[in-house]
């Protein structure tokens, strides 16, 4: 793909058109939408691709024309296999037909012959799970027996390359399970994916790359967990970015973050604690949003000495400890620890309001120093990040980031010889057995 864009013509009204196409002086009623601007990229066979962005970002736009349902105004692409899509709820089924029927109608459009149809129909039948109902016309199916029907069919033909999108959030639990490991073994044959979800969790354990669409252009493009951490970040800077403000307030103070360091200056060892806070502060933040009502002013890692670490042993105690300095009074104050994989997988997560801990009320410009201590139970050999949040919470519903700081943290973990660990973390199990018979 190489320097696609897409516009739009966009009228007021349908009339405009006919207007527009018999003016005699050309005159113009519409004005042009610029769905995609200057896309460019290329796709290597085997990639599994993961495409994010806000609705409206030219996400679906991509796919259609990857699949050839729309052209491109300029630019040029090169698609080369046979493709299979999934761009829409139902599309390509006839509601009239039985499942059975429009099984062998989509793969026929795909280019196979009944015998081969024949050949995959039971493994596509197997794998939609819809009992009886393979016998009854679409238009009796829920979204999800769709869905399902739709998904065994595109998975089971061979394609050389597989568009998903979203349509996989229709499914249950156990169906996306199964879809996963579909995708994971067409992958392994060498089929190419492209994958839409606003579920960004998944892309960092399913695609090896990611694009990031913003208003129609590429913001982002490459390993799939720096793709997914520069949207967050722009998501939540969006929503939790505070109001730019000169340094004097209408009260004549100064902002919570303008204060930042200034405040540091009153904790003991002045110069230390400063210049610790300020290399925290640079390091962090491209990853921290928040109203700034609080702020932590440094997190550190202690081993079960008290020592500043980042490598811990097998089942050794771990204490997260954050310096936090409140610009505002609050009665809620609640900390929040995430845990997460080089993958982004997400492991471990607490919070202190979870657990029944309460804080004091807790006054402006006061500073409290927090830890929050986990036994580790990791799986050794791997990187590991720490993700904290501030925030006044009476509720999940009703809450108020105050500081939230992604990779406020890495650590390490070593093998234990007498403990091999196989899977992500270890954890105690209690056993017992009664002899019936």
Avoid at 153 to 164: F, K, N, R, S
Avoid at 225 to 230: F, L, P, Q, R, W
Avoid at 379 to 398: G, R
Wanted: glycine residues 6%; contains cysteine.
């Amino acid at each position: 793909m190489d320097h696609v864009s897409k516009i739009y013509r966009l009228y007021k009204r349908p009339v405009d058109r006919v207007f527009e196409a018999f003016h005699p002086f050309r005159r113009q009623y519409h004005h042009p939408f610029t769905a995609l601007d200057n896309i460019s990229f290329d796709v290597q066979q085997g990639d599994f691709i993961g495409i994010i962005g806000r609705n409206g970002s030219g996400k679906s736009t991509l796919l259609q024309l990857i699949c050839g349902i729309i052209k491109p105004t300029s630019g040029n692409l090169v698609v080369n296999g046979r493709i299979a899509a999934l761009l829409e709820l139902g599309a390509g089924f006839n509601p009239e037909f039985t499942g059975r029927e429009n099984v062998y109608l989509n793969a026929s459009i795909l280019g196979f012959t009944k015998q081969e149809i024949d050949e995959r129909f039971d493994d596509i039948e197997a794998f939609a799970d819809i009992g009886e109902f393979i016998e009854q016309p679409i238009k009796l199916y829920s979204s999800g027996m769709v869905v399902r029907l739709a998904f065994a069919v595109q998975a089971h033909v061979e394609p050389d390359i597989l568009i998903v999108d979203e349509a996989l959030s229709v499914g249950d639990a156990y169906f996306q399970a199964k879809c996963t490991k579909r995708m994971a073994q067409l992958i392994e044959n060498g089929v190419t994916i492209l994958y839409v979800t606003h579920d960004v969790t998944s892309i960092p354990q399913l695609c090896n790359r990611a694009i990031y669409l913003q208003n129609g252009r590429i913001q982002n493009i490459g390993e799939s967990i720096g793709v997914v951490d520069a949207y967050l970040r722009d998501v939540r800077n969006e929503q939790y970015a505070v109001e730019e403000e000169s340094a004097e307030t209408a009260t004549g103070e100064q902002s919570g973050a303008d204060v930042l360091l200034d405040k540091g200056k009153e904790l003991p060892q002045k110069a230390l604690v400063t210049s610790i806070q300020e290399n925290f502060a640079k390091r962090v933040a491209p990853y921290r949003y928040g109203t700034g009502d609080a702020r932590v002013l440094n997190l550190e890692l202690l081993n079960e000495a008290g020592e500043v670490s980042d490598h811990f042993s097998f089942r050794e105690k771990v204490t997260i400890r954050a310096t936090i300095e409140v610009y505002k009074t609050l009665d809620a104050l609640n900390c929040c620890v995430l845990i997460r994989n080089k993958f982004g997988v997400e492991i471990m997560h607490c919070t202190t309001r979870e657990y029944g801990y309460q804080f004091p009320t807790v006054h402006k410009d006061n500073t409290i120093v927090v830890d929050i201590s986990f036994e580790n139970i990791l799986q050794p050999l791997e990187a590991y990040t720490v993700h904290y949040t501030v925030n006044n919470s009476y509720t999940i519903e009703n809450q108020q980031i105050l500081d939230l700081i992604e990779l406020a943290a890495v650590f390490t973990v070593s093998p234990d010889p007498e403990h091999p660990i196989y899977y992500l973390v270890w954890h105690p199990f209690e056993f017992g057995h009664e002899l019936v018979k």
